[in-house]
């Protein structure tokens, strides 16, 4: 079962395929969702990220959470 991270507050540029190379540098990524306004399509500057093993999504908390990417800080931290 896969570890599911909320990434937080990225500008509306990153896509998928951005974020989805960010997090294999820790490990095997599953699946990348970018949430979307239903009416326009843009992103709403969160995702979800879902993380083969849990050891790499706590590597990848633990070196990303609250760290500068693409010119914001970003936040990192366990789906709830």
Partial sequence: MSTKL?????PSTVSED?????FAKFGPVDNVEIARDSGTGLSKGFAVVAMTRDEDASSA???LNLT????RTIGVSRSR
């Fill in 61 to 63: 908390i633990e070196r």
């Fill in 6 to 10: 909320h990434v937080g507050n990225f």
């Fill in 18 to 22: 951005d974020l989805r190379a960010t």
């Fill in 68 to 71: 500068q990417y693409a010119g």
